[in-house]
C-alpha cells in the first residue's frame, strides 16, 4: 500500500525503499486464474479494460506509459512496485540494461531493484550477479552495501548450493555493518535482522541448525529493536514486513529441523503480525502439523486457503489431510472441492 501511495502522489516518494518481499514472476497472473476472473488478466497495465480498473492501477498504467520521462526517484517506486506484483517480464522491457555509477545513489538504488527483479526472471543470467557484487563494493550508501552483499549469499546457497561462497559474502556483510551506524537506527536494526535471517539460512544448508537457530533469535532481536525505534507509516511498515519474514523463516526452521528454537507463542505472533499473509499461514499450518496439533493446524491452513492463490489452493489439500487425521472425512472431502476466491472466500 506504501509503494502505491506514494506511485499516485498521495504521499511522498521516500526513496530508497527498503522492503525486500518480491514476488515471483507471474504472480499476479497466477491468482487472476485462480479467482477464474481471466478478463482480469493483463501482460502490461495498459491491457486491462477501463472498466476493470481503479485509481491505483491506473496510475500505474500511466507510470509505465511515461517511463521515458520518470525521474529517478518516481522509477524506483515504480519498480518496487512491479516486483511485487510479479511483472518482472515487464521490468525487463522498461529497463533492458543496468545502468550504475559512484555518484548517483538513487540510481544505484534503481539498479538494486532491477537486479533483484531480472533474477526472479532468469536465475541462470550473471547479470545480476555482477549488479550485485558491483554494489556491495561501490554502494554510496552502507545499507545497500550490505543489502547487495546478502543477494550474493542468497542467490550462492540458493540457486548455486554454493553455501561455503556464501559464507564469503556474509563475513563480507558482517564487516560491512560496521558502517551502518551512520545509518538511522531503525535502519541498522532492519538490515542487521537480515544478516542473522541469511546466516541462519547458510547454517542450515551446512548442516548446523543450532547455529541457525541462534542466528534467527539474533535476527528476532533485532526486529525487537527495529521496533522499538520505528516511527510513522512507512518505517512500521518494514518492521511489520520484517517480523513476518523473520517468523516464518523461524517456523520454517524449527519444522525442517525438528527443533524448538522459536517463541513458544510463534504461531499466535504469526497471525497477530499478519492474518492474511499465506505464507506466513502456510509455514504455520506446517509447524503446527509437525508437532500434531492437528486442530490448530487445520484452522490455520483454512485461513490460508482463503488467499485464492496457489498457495491457497494448497492449504486447502492440506487442511483436507488434516480432517483425515481427526477423522472427519466428510469435512475433508469438502476442503479438497474448495475453490478459492480473493476477498471472497473459499467455497464449494
Not at 256 to 270: I, Y
Not at 322 to 336: T, V
Amino acid at each position: 500500500m506504501q509503494l502505491t501511495s506514494m506511485l499516485t502522489g498521495e504521499t511522498e516518494p521516500a526513496v530508497p525503499s527498503w522492503f525486500s518481499i518480491i514476488s515471483p514472476a507471474g504472480t499476479r497472473d497466477q491468482v487472476v486464474r485462480q479467482a477464474r476472473r481471466d478478463e482480469y488478466l493483463a501482460t502490461r497495465p495498459g491491457d486491462l479494460a477501463e472498466r476493470l480498473t481503479t485509481a491505483p492501477w491506473r496510475a500505474l498504467t500511466t507510470a509505465v506509459r511515461e517511463w521515458p520521462e520518470l525521474d529517478q526517484v518516481r522509477r524506483v517506486v515504480l519498480i518496487g512496485l512491479l516486483t511485487q506484483l510479479g511483472c518482472h517480464r515487464l521490468v525487463a522491457d522498461l529497463v533492458p540494461r543496468v545502468k550504475v555509477t559512484p555518484d548517483c545513489a538513487v540510481g544505484q538504488q534503481l539498479a538494486y531493484e532491477v537486479a533483484r527483479s531480472d533474477r526472479q526472471l532468469d536465475r541462470r543470467s550473471t547479470v545480476p550477479l555482477r549488479v550485485f557484487t558491483w554494489l556491495a563494493d561501490h554502494a554510496s550508501r552502507p545499507s545497500l552495501r550490505v543489502s547487495a552483499g546478502l543477494q550474493m549469499a542468497s542467490a550462492l546457497v540458493r540457486a548455486h548450493q554454493d553455501p561455503p561462497g556464501a559464507s564469503t559474502w556474509l563475513a563480507r556483510c558482517r564487516q560491512a555493518c560496521g558502517g551502518l551506524r551512520a545509518e538511522p537506527a531503525w535502519l541498522e536494526h532492519l538490515v542487521r535482522s537480515r544478516v542473522h535471517r541469511a546466516a541462519a539460512l547458510v547454517a542450515v544448508r551446512q548442516g548446523a541448525p543450532g547455529d541457525g537457530a541462534a542466528e534467527m533469535r539474533a535476527a528476532l532481536a533485532e526486529d525487537d529493536r527495529l521496533s522499538a525505534v520505528a516511527a510513522g507509516e512507512l518505517q512500521l511498515g518494514y518492521q511489520r514486513e520484517n517480523r513476518a519474514v523473520v517468523l516464518e523463516a523461524f517456523l520454517k526452521l524449527d519444522t525442517l529441523a525438528g527443533t524448538a528454537a522459536a517463541p513458544a507463542d510463534v504461531v499466535a505472533q504469526a497471525k497477530r503480525v499478519d492474518p492474511f499473509d499465506v505464507d506466513l499461514l502456510f509455514a504455520a499450518g506446517r509447524f503446527l502439523t509437525a508437532r500434531e496439533a492437528w486442530d490448530e493446524a487445520t484452522g490455520t491452513f483454512l485461513a490460508a486457503a482463503a488467499s485464492g492463490t496457489v498457495r491457497g489452493a494448497v492449504a486447502a489439500f492440506e487442511a483436507g489431510a488434516c480432517f483425515e487425521r481427526l477423522g472427519r472425512p466428510a469435512e475433508a472431502a469438502a476442503a479438497s472441492r474448495w475453490v478459492c476466491r480473493p476477498n471472497r472466500g473459499c467455497r464449494t
